[in-house]
């Protein structure tokens, strides 16, 4: 009985060794393999890395030498302050050109005002016999000449039929006279002439002091799109109950008869005017990263951005304190074209 036991203590203590020897086989393999995995990246830091040439230079350093980095803008570095067009593009978009010099400064007065007929080129004609009125020649809208006929009248009196003409060139603008009817001393036909048009301005009573008969008046019509010159050549002496004003006239050529009376104008009356040496047009100034600038034309397609110091302004020319001398050719008419292509550069460079 005790040898039993003897051996199988023996058995006991071979089977623990040989699975602590199985144990200690597999670490050695797993320890083999992670160094077999390893061994390549080891190899690859140890050699040459990829990218390197036989003559040991180094892919980055051929890349500086070579061909630009991929982060470099294709054509050269974009001058923020810059922009190129071609006279071909210019005169597409409408882009126009002037010169810096000195120009005169106005100080004006805006008004509004309404077109109206001139009453001294309108005639209202009735018959001058009473009688029938046989025929009528015109009617209203019609262009008419000095002479031509607008009705013709029997006489009660005397049965002479005779005519009614119109008395100067214009248009017919009333007309109250049929066949078959009486005259009496009615109106028949009022003629006015439109070559000629007022233009009636209100005048508030804090401006009559500044606003003198012979003033250059400069009116417009956004609507119609008409624009002219003419001087005031009446102010009237008496204001109106309704709105408190008072009358500054205008009279304005109108051959081609496009100021229609009853269109509401605008006017600036030219109250002084002065020289300034250095001055540009209004339609030149653009905002940039806010600051007053104008596109100068610095050589062949080249047009900077240049900052301005501005000083007394009109409707139409700025004085120029800093910034540009007499001589510089800047873009005046459509300049925020320039603009645009400036600010498009700048987004794709921060792109």
Not at 24 to 48: F, L, M, Q, R, V
Not at 172 to 194: S, Y
Not at 288 to 295: E, L, S, T
Request: proline content about 4%; some cysteine.
């Amino acid at each position: 009985m005790k040898i039993h036991k003897t051996a199988f203590s023996i058995r006991c203590l071979l089977t623990l060794m040989v699975s602590t020897l199985l144990l200690i086989a597999c670490g050695d393999n797993s320890d083999k393999s992670k160094k077999n995995a390893t061994a390549p990246t080891e190899t690859k830091e140890a050699g040459h890395h990829d990218g390197d040439h036989e003559d040991g230079s180094h892919g980055k350093e051929n890349h500086a030498a070579g061909e630009p980095a991929e982060s470099d803008h294709e054509g050269g570095a974009h001058d923020e302050d810059s922009v190129t067009l071609t006279a071909a593009q210019l005169k597409a978009a409408g882009i126009e050109l002037a010169e810096v010099g000195p120009a005169p400064l106005k100080e004006s007065l805006s008004l509004y005002g309404v077109i109206a007929p001139n009453a001294e080129r309108v005639r209202e004609i009735g018959a001058r016999f009473a009688g029938t009125i046989k025929r009528v020649d015109k009617k209203i809208g019609d262009v008419v000449q000095q002479g031509d006929s607008l009705a013709a009248v029997e006489s009660n009196e005397s049965l002479q039929t005779y005519i009614v003409s119109a008395p100067l060139t214009g248009v017919v603008t009333t007309r109250n006279a049929n066949p078959g009817e009486q005259t009496g001393d009615k109106t028949l036909f009022t003629v006015a002439d439109f070559s000629t048009v007022w233009v009636e301005l209100s005048l508030y009573p804090r401006d009559v002091a500044r606003v003198r008969i012979g003033q250059p008046v400069r009116v417009k019509s956004a609507d119609a799109g008409l624009a002219a010159d003419g001087t005031i050549t009446y102010i009237s002496p008496m204001g109106t109950g309704s709105n408190q004003t008072l009358t500054a006239r205008v009279v304005l050529n109108n051959p081609e008869r496009r100021w229609a009376p009853g269109l509401y104008v605008t006017a600036d009356v030219t109250l002084s005017e002065s020289s300034v040496p250095v001055a540009i047009r209004n339609d030149a100034v653009q905002s940039i990263k806010g600051r007053d600038a104008v596109f100068v034309r610095e050589s062949g397609d080249l047009y900077e951005a240049k900052p301005v110091r501005l000083g007394r302004s009109d409707g139409i020319y700025s004085e120029v304190l800093d910034g540009l001398g007499s001589g510089a050719t800047y873009v005046t008419t459509n300049s925020f074209v320039l603009k645009a292509e400036l600010t498009k550069g700048e987004a794709e460079d921060e792109d």
